[in-house]
């Protein structure tokens, strides 16, 4: 193969949530297995300039990367699926690109020229696009463009792909995932959307390779030859992506409708042999087969939009699949939660997860299952806010602080055991100025967390304001709460444990941004397993 990267575009048409982030990441996925270095971005059209301002219920997740970058929920998807770490490269919206041009403009780099949307804002969109491959460190960059073909927002990021293809030819092409809706009455499946879909492409000028359309019944012979001849692909360039029952299993799909050898031929790649994924069907197969079940209890305020813990849910596949065991998610809601019907509530859940969020929202409720959880030997596993809150409750009920509280909540409280940085304190902008990304954490010897790991210091991905008031410290230790992991270069609490409980550990960190199918985290692993012995 020339030593030209290759520029894969993934766009949507007909209509949202049609998984391009999940074929994008299968197509990778199936390169990678066939030896290749592959990396996967995303474009998204909004004007935030990152979606760490975003509240959940916007875009569900918000996922960190190592370099603290707060990022789209697809690009945990990536990661896990290809176990490589993705960056701030890797995610780019359209607030970042006039960010960008802006800045440009006002230093004076366009120094009498009218800055426009062609070609300043495409010029910055190319960049960004050609920036992977620059590195030098891939074969392939698959770019998937957000929102759908035809909205207003993503019409810059379509006429950037169409002027690449024009200056990159062979080395770039276009896939279109679209849609074919199944009319039950004649039991039909339609290809008019996809047609009209691909039209306007046709209209800005991009012509796409390979059609992948989404069905929820077989796509037969003539329906492909009949996409094909209207739309001006070859038939087995129409590509079947039926529903799947885990989104793991898509590259499979992916891999019996020949998309990666078809991909690999409109490249001018040749390609020899099969993709290697014994790993990954070996993965399937545990995960299709499971030997027992458990019941956790994910505790969280946004729980009625379930990708607003996505890369939870994710770590918990992966930790159940290394226990041969099926994790069954239990959202309950934190508001619902009182110090009366506690009891009823956690009833038959095997373990406690309490999850990340913001604000004061639900978190008493939280409080409350923690307390359940320490009092009743619950397995627990607190992430970030479920950290802090765990600091709250053991301040409040055994360190007798009633009036504990983080000063996220209660600003006033006589007993601020979670409290800001002084670094946090002049912060005037809300975006992009937590404490992000991957930091060291130095672990304490003989303790739960030192065990699991099984290694002296580890790094985990970081997105918060507050931390644990060192001022407590002593206090803390005397009544029985390790201090398992610690920043060795700050000394701010990472990681909290109660030896005295079966399994009771909370992380200032988030380990679910780091769980991937192949590497799955150690973590979510021992936590199922003292479900499962609970
Ligand atoms: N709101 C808390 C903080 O900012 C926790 C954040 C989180 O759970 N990600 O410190």
Redesign the pocket.
């Known amino acids: 193969m020339s030593n030209n990267t290759k520029y894969i575009f993934v766009t949507g048409g007909v209509t949202s949530s049609l998984g391009k982030g999940i074929i994008s990441a299968s197509l990778a996925k199936l390169l990678q297995a066939r030896g290749y270095t592959v990396t996967i971005q995303k474009l998204d059209p909004y004007i935030n300039v990152d979606p760490g301002t975003l509240n959940p219920y916007e875009h569900g997740e918000c996922y960190v990367t190592d370099d603290g970058a707060e990022t789209d929920l697809d690009l945990g998807h990536y990661e896990r699926f290809l176990n490589v770490p993705t960056s701030q490269a890797n995610n780019v919206t359209t607030g970042r690109i006039y960010q960008s041009v802006i800045e440009k403009e006002r230093k004076g780099e366009f120094l009498g020229k009218t800055v426009q949307v062609i070609p300043h804002i495409t010029d910055e969109i190319k960049n960004r696009i050609k920036l992977l491959g620059k590195t030098g460190q891939y074969q392939f960059v698959i770019t998937e463009i957000g929102g759908t073909v035809g909205d207003i927002e993503s019409l810059p990021y379509i006429e950037a792909v169409r002027q690449l293809k024009w200056e990159m030819g062979h080395d770039c092409m276009v896939i279109h995932l679209t849609l074919l809706p199944y009319l039950s009455t004649s039991g039909e499946l339609k290809t008019k959307p996809t047609q009209h879909s691909v039209k306007l492409l046709l209209e800005y000028g991009v012509q796409p390779d390979v059609l992948v359309c989404r069905a929820e019944h077989a796509i037969n012979q003539e329906i492909r030859r009949k996409i094909a001849l209207f739309c001006n692909v070859e038939p087995n360039a129409v590509i079947e992506a039926l529903d799947a029952s885990t989104i793991y299993e898509v590259p499979i799909f992916m891999e019996k409708e020949k998309l990666d050898v078809i991909v690999l031929k409109k490249l001018g790649i040749e390609s020899a042999g099969e993709p290697q994924l014994v790993k990954w069907k070996e993965f399937l197969q545990r995960l299709h087969n499971p030997k027992s079940e458990v019941k956790i209890g994910l505790i969280g305020k946004y729980v009625e939009l379930k990708d607003s813990y996505k890369s939870i849910a994710e770590a918990f596949i992966h930790a159940g699949v290394v226990n041969n065991c099926k994790v069954k998610l239990e959202w309950i809601h934190s508001e619902s939660l009182t110090e009366e019907n506690i009891k009823e509530k956690m009833a038959g859940l095997k373990g406690i997860l309490v999850a990340?969020?913001?604000?004061n929202r639900g978190i008493e409720g939280k409080i409350s299952a923690i307390k359940y959880a320490r009092e009743n030997n619950v397995p627990f596993f607190g992430?970030?806010?479920?950290m802090?809150c765990a600091v709250i409750e053991f301040a409040r009920n055994v360190l007798g602080l009633k009036d504990a509280h983080?000063r996220?909540m209660n600003p006033a409280t006589s007993s601020p055991v979670?409290d800001l940085l002084e670094a946090q304190k002049n912060i005037s902008h809300m975006g992009g100025t937590?404490r992000l990304g991957s930091y060291p954490c130095a672990l304490e010897e003989n303790t739960l967390a030192q065990k699991i790991y099984g290694k002296k210091e580890t790094n985990e991905r970081h997105?918060?304001?507050?931390?644990f008031n060192n001022e407590y410290t002593k206090s803390f230790k005397e009544a029985g709460m390790v201090l398992s992991g610690v920043n060795p270069n700050a000394g701010l609490v990472e990681i909290v444990e109660l030896p005295k409980h079966p399994f009771f550990i909370g992380v200032q960190f988030?380990p679910e941004y780091k769980s991937t199918v192949e590497n799955p985290h150690p973590l979510f692993v021992a936590f199922v397993k003292a479900a499962l012995d609970n």
């Open positions: 990340p969020g913001f604000g992430i970030c806010l479920g802090q983080s996220e979670i937590m997105r918060h304001r507050y931390e988030h």
